[in-house]
Every structure is written in structure tokens, then in C-alpha cells.
């Protein structure tokens, strides 16, 4: 089945600085790449994602890569705000066949400085 | 907006005890998933289920089962809870296909089995 690896686990960066999280998968059929943003108690929203028939996808201060040769992608934060702060999943998922749930990462804990 | 929601935000139930996890969902989605989010382990799949009465186990099924006896609901039976089962539970919804593949957490149930 899928594998998703994500790293790194925690993260600290400074206010207005950049935050790179990246994730590999090992399931060549994956076409389907979202990322999940939890805030402390609260459930995991979706923030962007990324189907495999584009490479980059922007939305305002976050962005997401994937390069499918290598199953890797990439999750993109510019200009962190505290607001940001968070733990971050990445997932996977076969759209057209197999599996129908999605494969999460282990999470990344985001931590913007003020 | 969709909404998902799971009937307890926390539980304390006993070693040994049976115990019943609900989520009800309202926006008709067929594909119902049920998660444990541990520290370090991201987000693990349960049992999902795609219709109604049907399900299929996920990556962690042992010591858990489900009923889907609604569209609506879906529940996760511990048959006999024990304390490695301590965790934060998350129900998730999707629609099938690939048209809009997001998939909506409910707010989470916090069980310490005792």
C-alpha cells in the first residue's frame, strides 16, 4: 500500500521568514496531493492540494511543488505569520483506482516566532 | 458547509469496556472514514466504508470494528477497549471520484481508556 514520509517534525521559524515541509510517497498510482492544517484542538482543514498533472500550484502566501519522477512534494509557506502555527499533514491518494482514504504523513509541527 | 460531527469530544471509559465512537455527517457523502491521530504518527486509518453496510478495513483495524447502517453515520465499536486504544479519534467524509476529492474532519473524540 501507500507510504508517506514527512519532515521535518517540528519546525521553528521567524516571523516573516519561509517554511518548507517536504513529503515523499511510494505509490506510483498517488495522482492526488492535499494538504491539512490543524490548529491546537481543532480539526484538520484542507489548505491546498495539488492533482498530478500539474507541478505547482499558489495560493497567496502558501504553495504547493510535486515532482512525480522523484514522489516527492512540497508544502511552500512565505512571509509566516503567528497565525500559522500549527501542525501540518500531508497526504496521498489514488483518485481513479484502489484505495478510496487518503494516506497521511506523520505531521509536522509548525511553530512561527513573533 | 459541510458538517461533520462526532457525538463526544471526550471520553473515560474502562479496561475492558465496549465502547460506541458516532459520526454523523449531512451533506450525503458516501465514502465515511474513521482515524487515530497519535504523536509521531500522523493520522492512521481505521475502517472506511463506501456505502451503506459496506466497509473495508484500513492500516490499524485490530481490536475495532464499524457499522455503517445509515448513509449518514458511521460508527467505530471498540469491542474491548484497552489502554493502547487511548487516543484522539477523527471521522472524516469525502464524495467519491476525483470532482471534489476534499475530504471534512469532524471535531475529534479524545478517549482514555483507564
Known amino acids: 500500500g501507500e507510504n508517506v514520509e514527512q519532515h521535518p517534525s517540528t519546525l521553528s521559524v521567524q516571523e516573516g521568514d519561509s517554511a518548507v515541509i517536504k513529503c515523499t510517497y511510494s505509490d506510483s498510482a498517488s495522482n492526488y496531493f492535499p494538504w491539512y492544517k490543524q490548529e491546537l484542538g481543532k480539526r484538520p482543514q484542507l489548505i491546498i492540494d495539488i492533482r498530478s498533472n500539474v507541478g505547482e500550484k499558489k495560493d497567496q502566501r502558501i504553495a504547493v511543488t510535486l515532482n512525480k519522477t522523484a514522489k516527492h512534494f512540497s508544502l511552500h509557506i512565505t512571509e509566516t505569520q503567528p497565525e500559522d502555527s500549527a501542525v501540518y499533514f500531508c497526504?496521498?491518494?489514488?483518485?481513479?483506482?484502489?484505495?478510496?482514504?487518503?494516506?497521511f504523513g506523520s505531521g509536522t509541527r509548525l511553530q512561527v516566532q513573533p | 458547509d459541510v458538517k461533520v460531527t462526532q457525538s463526544s469530544r471526550y471520553l473515560v471509559k474502562r479496561t475492558g469496556e465496549k465502547v460506541f465512537l458516532e459520526c454523523v455527517q449531512d451533506?450525503?457523502?458516501?465514502?465515511m472514514f474513521w482515524y487515530r491521530q497519535d504523536p509521531g504518527l500522523g493520522l492512521r486509518l481505521i475502517y472506511f466504508s463506501y456505502d451503506v453496510k459496506m466497509k473495508e478495513k484500513g492500516d490499524i483495524p485490530e481490536g475495532y470494528s464499524v457499522s455503517r447502517e445509515k448513509k449518514e453515520r458511521f460508527s467505530l465499536i471498540l469491542e474491548s477497549a484497552s489502554t493502547n486504544q487511548t487516543s484522539m479519534y477523527l471521522c472524516a467524509s469525502t464524495l467519491p471520484g476525483s470532482h471534489a476529492p476534499e475530504a471534512f474532519f469532524g471535531q475529534g473524540t479524545r478517549l482514555t481508556v483507564v
Open positions: 497526504a496521498a491518494r489514488a483518485m481513479d483506482t484502489g484505495r478510496r482514504a487518503l494516506t
Open positions: 451533506m450525503d457523502h458516501e465514502n
